[in-house]
């Protein structure tokens, strides 16, 4: 299977960065969200990320001007019916993703590759909303954030993926300079399984005034090698949506991943994170 036109629903964080290192690969690339503003937002975060990425010598000047030529964005996804592969990256939300797949399920051609970035639903449970001959050609591709620079992907078939879709998007992902790697469909895939263990139990000792936030993320960094202790990675990853993936963890593994009541709080308060301004840590002050 050839992929060489990548479409991408969600203009969001994660989608926006799929979008580039795809487009930085050599693929041409169709963006798509519910509203403009957020598309020129993507376009201009992306146009940032570029710029520095020059500065910083992780980007030449021709990469920036291929990754910027590559790109397009669309509100349409009927612009998709030319693409050889789609990833879905829009809210971690069931019945959101169902109603992408439903409008994918009308413009794609037959033989489009579909992957869903979810970082905890079961690949078959959304196989289901898609159109029964598609499931051979549907599986889940998990990436990391920031998308720009974190290497792996996690592949995951659902029962009825095609090992010759599975070839095929491990491919694709090495060519955008990743690393896949094979993981079976559980709720959870593999390291959020483990990551949300971690915080679970991070939290749990600020809770019990055992140490701050602060004085974890070193002790994290220095007697475990972390590059990022857990809390200043929680406020990069959202506070909100650490707690949506709990619960649906939650949901499907029982008391162990009980969401703790402190993140409960953090999140109802608006504590999300760096992007909220306020977390863990405070970004909004000088």
């Known amino acids: 299977m050839s992929v060489n036109i990548i479409g991408v629903v969600g203009a969001g964080m994660m989608g926006s960065e799929i979008a580039l290192v795809m487009a930085l690969a050599g693929k041409s690339v ?14 201009a975060k992306l146009d940032g ?18 990754a910027q030529d590559n790109m397009r964005t ?3 996804l ?19 993703k169902a109603g992408v797949f439903a409008a994918l399920d009308e413009v794609l051609d037959p033989t489009c590759l579909i992957a869903s970035n979810t970082s905890s639903i079961s690949i078959s449970v959304l196989a289901s ?5 598609r499931r051979p050609r549907f599986l889940g591709t998990h990436f ?3 998308v720009s620079r974190m290497k792996l992907v996690e592949v995951i078939p659902g029962l009825e993926t095609a090992d010759e879709t599975v070839a095929a998007v491990t491919a694709v992902c090495e060519e955008a300079g990743k690393t896949p790697v094979p993981v079976k469909d559980v709720v959870g895939f593999a390291v959020n399984r483990l990551i949300h263990i971690f915080w679970i139990e991070a ?8 140490a701050t936030p602060e004085d974890i993320d070193t002790a994290c960094k220095l ?16 506070n909100n949506l650490s707690l949506d993936v709990q619960e649906i963890l939650h949901e499907a593994y029982g008391p162990r991943f009980m969401p703790r009541p402190l993140l409960k709080q953090m999140v109802k308060a608006g504590y999300n994170g760096r992007r909220a301004g306020k977390g863990w840590y405070r970004y909004d002050e000088g």
């Open 74 to 76: 669309t509100l349409d």
């Open 129 to 133: 909303y898609l159109d029964e001959a």
């Open 78 to 96: 009927g612009d998709f019916a030319a693409c050889d592969m789609v990833i879905e990256a829009v809210f971690e939300d069931e019945e959101v």
């Open 223 to 238: 007697g475990m090698g972390l590059p990022v202790g857990p809390f200043r990675l929680m406020d990069a990853v959202t």
């Open 144 to 146: 990391f954030s920031p």
């Open 49 to 66: 990320l570029l710029d520095k990425g020059v500065a910083r010598g992780l980007y030449t000047e021709d990469d920036k001007a291929r």
């Open 30 to 43: 169709l963006l798509s969200d519910r509203e403009q503003a957020l598309l020129d937002n993507a376009a």
């Open 203 to 210: 939290i749990r000792l600020v809770e019990e005034g055992v």
